[in-house]
């Protein structure tokens, strides 16, 4: 593998870093959105209970037994229990634009890394040929080593570079698809949040009062 490597050129250098970054990056969120999801459903099944009895308290309690994106969205409404409808969602979109935020780290390096690799490649093969045909000018076709030499190097940094970019882009496609499922997720429990407050500011009105409860909202 060394020779290999070494047979690639100054190019592969670089492709090396790239590779080095791609895995971190690629462990790393992994781990993280691992964490994030793994008690979503657990999560909403308790929430709902509390919900459902009119226990804001309890819902409280419940987002900060489990962490992750959605427990902190839900107890970043909840904490907001009694105030107009319209802070509410504020405090909701921001929350889970911060929480989006949060999970998306690291998703630009990984495209970075799936886009440039294959250029650096392909940049490889440049070089690789010219140095080939530079040999073919020197020593014509009486050694035939000196030109396949260049071609090696041209093969080998193309291969790398798409080595390097296939699983970076694979891994970048599925965590993009785990977070756009814990959006969906973060949006349920906003408007699970949303209609409790409103069926409890509707339970809360005093009777004979002719307001109208607060309508229910949807995130945005």
Request: proline share 5%; with cysteine; glycine share 8%.
């Amino acid at each position: 593998m060394w020779s290999y490597f070494l047979k690639g050129g100054p190019v592969m250098w670089p492709l090396l870093l790239l590779s080095i970054l791609g895995i971190t990056v690629v462990v790393w969120r992994a781990v993280a959105l691992r964490e994030a999801t793994r008690d979503v459903s657990p999560f909403m099944g308790e929430l709902r209970k509390k919900l459902l009895a009119f226990d804001l308290s309890g819902a409280i309690r419940v987002c900060s037994s489990f962490p992750g994106p959605v427990a902190s969205l839900v107890k970043a409404g909840l904490l907001r229990s009694g105030q107009e409808k319209d802070k509410v969602e504020a405090t909701l979109q921001d929350a889970s634009a911060h929480e989006l935020a949060r999970l998306e780290r690291g998703l630009p390096a990984l495209a970075t890394v799936a886009t440039i690799a294959p250029l650096l490649g392909f940049l490889g093969t440049v070089t690789g040929m010219i140095r080939s045909f530079d040999a073919l000018a020197s020593v014509g076709l009486n050694n035939p080593s000196a030109v396949a030499k260049g071609i090696s190097e041209a093969l080998i940094t193309t291969a790398a570079g798409l080595m390097i970019a296939i699983p970076v882009q694979m891994a970048y496609n599925y965590f993009t698809t785990r977070i756009n499922s814990m959006t969906r997720a973060m949006e349920a429990a906003a408007n699970a949040v949303l209609d409790a407050m409103a069926d409890i500011d509707s339970e809360r009105a005093p009777a004979g009062d002719i307001r109208r409860p607060v309508a229910t909202g949807r995130m945005g």
